[in-house]
């Protein structure tokens, strides 16, 4: 019997899993599709993606699916557009040999006029982002009367969009009576409260041990200093010849910035952000997926709900401000059961995320050192030597003496030397001996210079510092980097956030980490956070780095300049209770 057909799954299912490769079903699998298909109860399940969700909840939805009716019977919702093409692209493969089944994609960023064609044929699934859903449902294409299905696809994910409300919005707008299926990869206490209010007595399944698919992960950790993150970012690419990987930025700008860098050096990268239009996006991901493309640089919105196989290595240019983030970024490698390598890139200040982030997800890092060049040539020389001497040569054809004597001539040794010499001369190695590794416990051996936020060894500015880690991804387009939010130049600001040698003022060196009484529950994001910051101290929102957002308060780092200004202005109201921003070593 096929494995899946034991699961309860029809044959002309099982046939087409087969013919997809599947051949034993996933544990998410084995508990999900008897219990879909059963319709006991909800279900509320914690499971990482690339466990094999989709199949979990989509091959017994499809089996449920009454073709004798036209109306909507199930609906998926998902995070993000790519997420949702590629659960209906699954969907699409799931039901090759079932005949009549309508599934329909609904997401911004597409005509919405196509859409709408495609669903007033006939929909028996719809699978959605919410604002698009959202905007269906008011102008009554979409309607939700006789649904029986309902899924959120990483819940978690949606709530750190932002899209709670949406989430609520349309699932008040469906029957009481239903089957939903809620998955995530964290089970944060919003995830909970959502759960408690629209699931019915669910049935909560955990894959494996909680955040098991991060033991597959090699979790590892650099510390360099800032103006060095670039090289060392070169340096870990050209080390693993196989590298197949993303390198998550914190900004839009940084995004675009070190991808043009490594693309002007000679590597095949591109990057995602929010500026991109869906057709540039569409290309990226198109070359990305077909290799075309080895490193991707992205935001880490930017990149919710990309999927991409066999990927080795996630890089941390920068740790994300919410370290739930580290989940969903570590994560994109490592599917399947498989294997695979997460580097973050840290500096001496952001060792106290690091600690948080191993009690989160319970792993602990360990120190890689950045390779030094002759470590690169090293690897790079094995690597083609191993392939070198097993690769089968075809007969040559019959070669005048005169064409080849100046080789025969050559000893063995010579021969050797002058192959390695070719090969060495085509890598286009960075082989500098500079060690960029930093001991993190040594604060007093960097030069006031190394300290100076964004400086290189030239003096100038370098974008490989990182200078703009306190903006979100919201932030500004190429177009606009030398404007501010009013549209003037820099050059009319009076306060530019910069000396004229190119630093910021109060520089990047010592940080203070300060306390506020404002976090999660008082439903406000990152950006909101750092503008009442800006309203109450009149300090720059890029100043503030690092956010950790709690329940009810929240830590930040900000450069000792900016933190007195900070703790001298502190009289601020935020819906009419009084702020506090003190440090967080003296908090009571």
């Given at each position: 019997m096929n494995p899946f057909e034991s699961l309860g799954l029809s044959e002309p299912i099982c046939k087409a899993l087969t013919e997809l490769g599947f051949e034993n079903p996933t544990?998410?699998?084995?508990?999900?599709?008897?219990?879909?298909?059963?319709?006991?109860?909800?279900?509320?399940?914690?499971?990482?993606?690339?466990?094999?969700?989709?199949a979990a909840f989509g091959t017994p939805i499809l089996q449920n699916?009454?073709?004798?009716?036209?109306?909507t019977q199930a609906l998926i919702i998902t995070p993000t557009r790519e997420l949702c093409n590629q659960?209906?692209?699954?969907?699409?493969?799931?039901?090759?040999?079932?005949?009549?089944?309508?599934i329909v994609a609904v997401y911004g960023g597409a005509s919405i006029v196509n859409q709408i064609r495609e669903l007033k044929q006939s929909a028996h699934i719809i699978v959605a982002t919410p604002g698009r859903l959202i905007d269906l449902i008011d102008r009554k294409v979409i309607k939700l009367g006789k649904i029986?299905?309902?899924?959120?696809?990483?819940?978690?994910?949606?709530?750190?969009?932002?899209?709670?409300?949406?989430?609520?919005?349309?699932?008040s707008k469906t029957p009481a009576e239903k089957l939903t299926g809620l998955f995530s990869a964290t089970m944060s206490a919003d995830i909970r409260k959502i759960a408690n209010t629209y699931l019915n007595n669910p049935e909560e399944i955990t894959i494996g041990k909680k955040n098991a698919a991060q033991q597959n992960i090699s979790h590892q950790y650099s510390v360099v200093q800032a103006r060095d993150k670039y090289p060392a970012l070169r340096r870990i690419v050209d080390f693993h010849d196989d590298f197949y990987g993303i390198v998550f930025c914190s900004t839009k700008r940084e995004t675009q910035e070190v991808s043009d860098?490594?693309?002007?050096?000679?590597?095949?990268?591109?990057c995602l952000h929010g500026d991109l239009a869906q057709a540039q996006r569409d290309k990226v991901m198109h070359r990305f997926r077909h290799k075309a493309i080895k490193v991707l640089l992205a935001t880490d919105v930017a990149a919710r709900g990309i999927d991409v196989k066999n990927l080795t290595h996630i890089i941390h240019f920068h740790l994300p401000d919410d370290i739930e983030n580290?989940?969903?970024?570590?994560?994109?490698?490592?599917?399947?059961?498989?294997?695979?390598?997460?580097?973050?890139?840290?500096?001496?200040?952001?060792?106290?995320?690091?600690?948080?982030?191993?009690?989160?997800?319970?792993?602990?890092?360990?120190?890689?050192?950045?390779?030094?060049?002759?470590?690169?040539?090293s690897s790079r020389l094995k690597q083609f030597i191993d392939t070198f001497a097993q690769e089968e040569t075809e007969a040559l054809p019959e070669l005048n003496n005169d064409l080849v004597w100046p080789i025969m001539k050559l000893s063995k040794e010579d021969i050797v030397k002058k192959l390695l010499h070719s090969e060495i001369s085509k890598m286009k190695l960075n082989n500098s001996d500079d060690d960029l590794n930093v001991d993190e416990r040594d604060r007093s051996s960097r030069s006031s210079a190394d300290r100076a936020f964004g400086t290189s060894r030239t003096g100038r500015n370098s974008f490989e510092s990182g200078r703009d880690r306190g903006r979100s991804d919201s932030g500004r387009?190429?177009?606009?980097?030398?404007r501010n939010d009013s549209g003037r130049s820099d050059s009319g600001r009076r306060d530019s956030g910069r000396s004229d040698s190119g630093r910021r003022s109060g520089?990047?060196?010592?940080?203070?980490?300060?306390?506020?009484?404002?976090?999660?529950?008082?439903?406000?994001?990152?950006?909101?956070?750092?503008?009442?910051?800006?309203?109450?101290?009149?300090?720059?929102?890029?100043?503030?780095?690092?956010?950790?957002?709690?329940?009810?308060?929240?830590?930040?780092?900000?450069?000792?300049?900016?933190?007195?200004?900070?703790?001298?202005?502190?009289?601020?109201?935020?819906?009419?209770?009084?702020?506090?921003?003190?440090?967080?070593?003296?908090?009571?």
């Open positions: 544990d998410v699998q084995k508990l999900a599709v008897p219990f879909f298909l059963s319709r006991k109860s909800d279900l509320l399940a914690l499971a990482q993606t690339g466990t094999g969700k989709t699916i009454d073709t004798t009716e036209s109306h659960i209906t692209s699954d969907l699409k493969n799931y039901s090759k040999y079932l005949r009549g089944i309508k029986n299905t309902v899924v959120l696809d990483e819940a978690d994910e949606m709530l750190n969009m932002g899209f709670r409300d949406d989430m609520e919005s349309i699932l860098h490594l693309i002007r050096d000679g590597y095949t990268a591109d580290y989940t969903h970024r570590s994560g994109r490698t490592a599917r399947a059961g498989q294997k695979g390598i997460s580097i973050a890139l840290l500096h001496t200040r952001e060792a106290y995320k690091l600690h948080q982030i191993e009690k989160l997800i319970n792993v602990k890092f360990e120190r890689y050192q950045i390779p030094k060049g002759q470590d690169i040539v387009s190429r177009g606009e980097r030398g520089g990047d060196g010592e940080q203070i980490r300060l306390f506020i009484n404002l976090g999660k529950k008082d439903e406000i994001k990152y950006d909101d956070l750092r503008e009442i910051i800006f309203k109450t101290t009149k300090v720059s929102g890029r100043a503030v780095k690092d956010i950790e957002m709690k329940g009810v308060y929240s830590f930040f780092m900000v450069d000792t300049f900016s933190a007195d200004q900070m703790l001298k202005s502190n009289d601020g109201v935020f819906k009419g209770r009084p702020l506090r921003i003190q440090k967080a070593s003296d908090r009571k």
